[in-house]
């Protein structure tokens, strides 16, 4: 199973509003931005707060405004917690101001460009220092829209040259109303009260929302008993499952169902290292030592960058020598 196959099939993706105006709640940050982007001369923009509420659909949205149907022509899209990240910003921002036109200079033929550099609080303090000279480099072609979780996380020189906005949680009433509406389109059956539990198992954060909806949807019904089985199954359970298949050698399918534990269910890389090595612990290995090393080493290299859906199945592979000579 591949992850293109996974999100065609997500309901996060199927449902990801295309148009400023359809974005939930968030409605000064919305009027904020359409007005800037209605002026020629665009400036760099910071969208920070928690996850699943937003950002990255906004800043799509915003360069389907600008660009149209060719978004993609003028749009460099990068994850800053990707290692070749900084690197590809600084080919692509060099590429850029030989052939892009001055921002509000646009009349046709060559637009500016816009990068969007995802999990900028990832970046180290250095990695940032140098983003911050190409941004100034780049300023006569290029603008950024830089997303990140803490914006206490972001030097200040950065911050001081974008205009900022702090994305928040969904209201109860939002959120709930959202799942309404993608329950009609699907023709799954809905409980209201089951849509009151997933917001309080998530809070506010709508991916996660739209994913345990999906998964109750998968067993049948969006009820009460599934909704807090899918809230259940995203948790803990499911990978003690995946640490014994992975410890069986079982490798293809450990790696299929932590590819569902992350992508549809929503956990995230750390917290599966984190449950893992508990639930390790109480499932008594004979080299509990061994088992402890390597999350460890694994925990490193995620927290240092390197590409968590590698790095997982490296592990997991890892996992598997282990168990064959326990
Ligand atoms: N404000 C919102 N309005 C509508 N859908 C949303 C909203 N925020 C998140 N979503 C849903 O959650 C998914 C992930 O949102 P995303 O913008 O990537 O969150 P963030 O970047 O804040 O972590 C989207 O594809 C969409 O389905
Ligand atoms: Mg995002």
């Known amino acids: 199973m591949s992850k293109t196959d ?30 800037l982007i209605k002026g020629r001369d665009l400036p760099h ?12 659909t906004v800043a799509l949205a915003v360069v389907r405004e600008i660009f149209g149907e060719g978004w993609r022509d003028n749009v460099l899209q990068l994850n800053a917690s990707d290692e070749r990240g900084i690197k590809m910003v600084r080919e692509k921002v060099k590429e850029f101001t030989k052939w892009g036109s001055p921002v509000g200079e646009q009349e046709k033929g ?20 140098a983003l911050r000279r190409m941004m100034e480099d780049a300023a006569r072609t290029t603008r950024f829209i830089i997303i990140c979780n803490y914006l ?10 974008c205009v900022v906005f702090r994305f928040t949680r969904l209201a109860r009433d939002e959120v709930i109303d959202h ?25 506010g954060d ?51 169902k932590l590819l569902e534990l992350t992508q549809v269910y929503g956990m995230s890389e750390g917290d599966f290292m984190k449950y893992a090595s ?3 612990y109480e499932m008594k ?15 490193y290299r995620l927290a240092s960058g390197a590409h968590p859906e590698i790095q997982m199945a490296a592990l997991l592979a890892q996992l598997g020598r282990l168990g064959k000579k326990d």
Do not use: C
Not at 25 to 33: A, N, T, V, W
Not at 45 to 56: C, N, Q, W
């Open 110 to 129: 060559d637009m500016f460009k816009v990068i969007i550099l995802d999990e900028a609080d990832e970046m180290t303090s250095e990695a940032q220092t």
């Open 278 to 280: 508990q639930e390790a």
């Open 285 to 299: 290995l004979e080299n509990p030592g061994r088992f402890a090393e390597i999350m460890a080493e694994y925990d």
């Open 45 to 56: 923009m910071l969208f920070a707060g928690p996850a699943g509420v937003g950002k990255t």
């Open 6 to 35: 996974l999100s065609s099939l997500m309901w996060t993706e199927k449902y990801r509003p295309q148009k400023l105006g359809d974005i939930i709640g968030q409605k000064d940050i919305i009027k904020g931005i359409s007005n």
């Open 152 to 161: 206490s996380q972001i030097i200040e020189p950065i911050q001081s040259r």
């Open 206 to 256: 709508m991916r996660h929302s739209i994913n345990i909806m999906q998964a109750a949807a998968g067993m049948g019904a969006i009820n009460s008993a599934n909704v807090s089985a899918a809230i259940g199954l995203s948790g803990r359970s499911r990978v003690g499952e995946i640490v014994k298949m992975a410890l069986a050698g079982k490798f293809n399918e450990a790696r299929a």
């Open 179 to 203: 799942l309404k509406e993608i329950g009609k389109k699907e023709d799954a059956k809905v409980d209201e009260k089951a849509l009151a539990q997933v917001y309080d198992a998530t809070g």
